[in-house]
């Protein structure tokens, strides 16, 4: 019974090793015709980004109205959605005004920053640099630049009113308009 026992070890490990040795030999014989599946490739590898579709308000060609447009921008935190959509309307407001005068003037100036924005319910306030009273030359580009904020963060869902501030400070007015009030969208213009 020992012997029988023996005989079947043995055999079982001949075959074993036999079956190892033949796939062995393919496998290095082979090893060129055995297709590789890649699975990453690092170069082509780009971060999935949500995109956020949104309406923003722009003059015309003319500059006598604004005009809907819509952007995408980069989902993130409300604060970086506002100064993305900001600097969105800045890019579509690339256009030269002319003054009384014949001097033509950036209808918004590129020093114009966001510096901050807070909402407050369906209150959004914007806090804009100084240098906007510097870029204004005539009543309606004082008026399109207002509208074109307001009606475009009007646009986004919880917002009903903005008030513009500059340099962290209620003023009485830009130029011409008065700034102490909310503003609500309004198309007419």
Do not use: C
């Amino acid at each position: 019974m020992k012997d029988k026992k023996s005989l079947i070890i043995l055999g079982s490990s001949i075959t074993f090793l036999l079956i190892s040795s033949i796939f062995f030999y393919k496998y290095v014989t082979m090893g060129d015709e055995i297709p590789i599946k890649k699975i990453t490739n690092h170069k082509n590898i780009q971060a999935i980004i949500d995109i956020k579709i949104v309406k923003i308000y722009t003059p015309n060609d003319s500059l006598d109205r604004l005009v809907p447009s819509d952007i995408e921008i980069v989902k993130e935190d409300f604060a970086s959605e506002v100064k993305s959509i900001f600097n969105g309307i800045h890019e579509q407001s690339n256009y030269q005004i002319r003054d009384e005068n014949g001097n033509y003037y950036p209808f918004m100036d590129s020093d114009i920053t966001l510096l901050n924005s807070y909402l407050v319910g369906d209150k959004l306030y914007l806090n804009l640099s100084s240098n906007i009273t510097k870029s204004i030359q005539t009543k309606e580009q004082e008026l399109l630049i207002i509208y074109s904020l307001v009606n475009t963060y009007t646009s986004l869902e919880g917002i009903n009113r903005v008030k513009i501030l500059i340099d962290d400070v209620e003023v009485n007015r830009l130029k011409w308009y008065s700034l102490k009030t909310f503003y609500t969208k309004n198309l007419d213009i």
